[in-house]
């Protein structure tokens, strides 16, 4: 059996407790990500598998970022599953990515691209492959919101929101209205956007919503950072934090975020803006 596979869903834990825990003194920060149980949010059909993590080198005794095996330190990340397979030229992808991942760019009515290895040029066109509305992951099966450049987009990559969600199940009646984002309209908060997108069917869709911590984990590659994402699919990330659809459960005024400076998990106060990246398909 894969053992990156078994892995995959430990590590987001990890990194909060190695990370994350910067709360103590009551504003934000984390300890424990929440799991993924059906007390906390709505049911999607699970399709795909998991994830690598995106590390293909290993550490040395004295040094990290090292060829592998470390005979040493066996058994590290790198040297299971889909990125040592990718590394090895014996993974097939349906697409691209670095490492083990494998993405497809779609264009605004939900189509591939026909030219895929094109780079992001905010004044480019989807038939030059230079513009693309959307990202599926081949290996999970998800698809996900590429921002715009242009700061008078709606889905423009610097705007922020509170975090505000419809359902007990995800705000446990606890919305915080104490603070806005900045977004060019009067409702910056993550419900409205949410709706916003749906009405308008991002690449032929209107069943987006805010990815689960699992879901957003899924997509940071460990051997990059600022950002840690795979940037030749996912361009223009401003800035790091992005919520989840995930209340803090000892307290329901906070909302769980993966920082994508270094794919850590945290959380803090609802009213604190931050980017969001929407999400659609069966939930991980």
């Given at each position: 059996?894969?053992?990156s596979?078994?892995?995959?869903?430990?590590?987001p834990l990890?990194?909060?407790l190695?990370?994350?825990?910067?709360?103590n003194?009551?504003?934000?920060g984390g300890?424990?990500?929440?799991?993924?149980?059906h007390d906390?949010?709505k049911?999607?059909?699970?399709?795909g598998?998991?994830?690598?993590?995106?590390?293909?080198l290993?550490?040395?005794?004295e040094t990290?970022?090292?060829?592998?095996p470390?005979?040493e330190?066996?058994?590290?990340?790198?040297?299971y599953g889909?990125?040592?397979?990718?590394?090895?030229?014996?993974l097939?992808k349906?697409?691209?990515?670095?490492?083990g991942?494998d993405?497809?760019?779609?264009?605004?009515?939900?189509a591939?691209?026909a030219i895929?290895d094109g780079s992001?040029d905010?004044a480019?066109?989807?038939?030059?492959?230079?513009?693309w509305?959307?990202v599926?992951?081949?290996v999970?099966?998800l698809?996900?919101?590429?921002?715009?450049s242009d700061?008078s987009?709606?889905r423009?990559?610097?705007?922020?929101y509170?975090?505000?969600l419809?359902?007990?199940e995800y705000?446990?009646?606890?919305?915080?209205?104490?603070s806005?984002g900045?977004?060019?309209?009067?409702?910056c908060?993550?419900?409205?956007?949410v709706?916003?997108?749906?009405?308008?069917?991002l690449?032929g869709?209107?069943d987006w919503r805010?990815p689960?911590?699992?879901?957003?984990s899924s997509?940071?590659?460990?051997?990059?950072a600022l950002?840690a994402?795979d940037?030749a699919y996912?361009?223009?990330?401003k800035?790091?934090?992005?919520f989840?659809?995930q209340?803090l459960a000892?307290?329901?005024?906070?909302?769980?975020y993966?920082y994508?400076s270094d794919g850590s998990?945290?959380?803090?106060?609802?009213?604190?803006?931050?980017?969001?990246r929407?999400?659609?398909?069966?939930?991980?």
């Amino acid at each position: 059996m894969n053992k990156s596979v078994l892995l995959r869903p430990v590590w987001p834990l990890a990194l909060a407790l190695l990370w994350g825990c910067n709360g103590n003194d009551g504003t934000s920060g984390g300890s424990n990500p929440p799991e993924d149980n059906h007390d906390h949010h709505k049911d999607y059909p699970v399709v795909g598998q998991l994830n690598d993590t995106g590390l293909v080198l290993c550490a040395g005794p004295e040094t990290t970022e090292q060829p592998c095996p470390q005979a040493e330190l066996p058994g590290q990340d790198a040297e299971y599953g889909r990125d040592l397979a990718a590394a090895q030229g014996t993974l097939s992808k349906t697409g691209g990515g670095v490492a083990g991942f494998d993405w497809t760019k779609l264009d605004s009515t939900g189509a591939p691209l026909a030219i895929q290895d094109g780079s992001w040029d905010p004044a480019g066109t989807e038939a030059e492959g230079t513009r693309w509305s959307c990202v599926r992951d081949n290996v999970t099966g998800l698809i996900w919101e590429i921002k715009e450049s242009d700061p008078s987009h709606p889905r423009y990559t610097g705007h922020t929101y509170r975090w505000v969600l419809d359902g007990d199940e995800y705000n446990g009646a606890f919305p915080d209205q104490s603070s806005s984002g900045t977004c060019g309209t009067d409702s910056c908060d993550t419900q409205s956007f949410v709706n916003w997108v749906n009405q308008n069917s991002l690449c032929g869709f209107s069943d987006w919503r805010l990815p689960s911590v699992a879901e957003l984990s899924s997509i940071v590659v460990m051997s990059n950072a600022l950002p840690a994402v795979d940037t030749a699919y996912f361009p223009d990330v401003k800035e790091p934090r992005f919520f989840t659809n995930q209340s803090l459960a000892r307290d329901p005024s906070r909302a769980w975020y993966i920082y994508f400076s270094d794919g850590s998990a945290s959380f803090t106060n609802k009213g604190d803006a931050s980017h969001v990246r929407l999400v659609r398909g069966g939930q991980q």
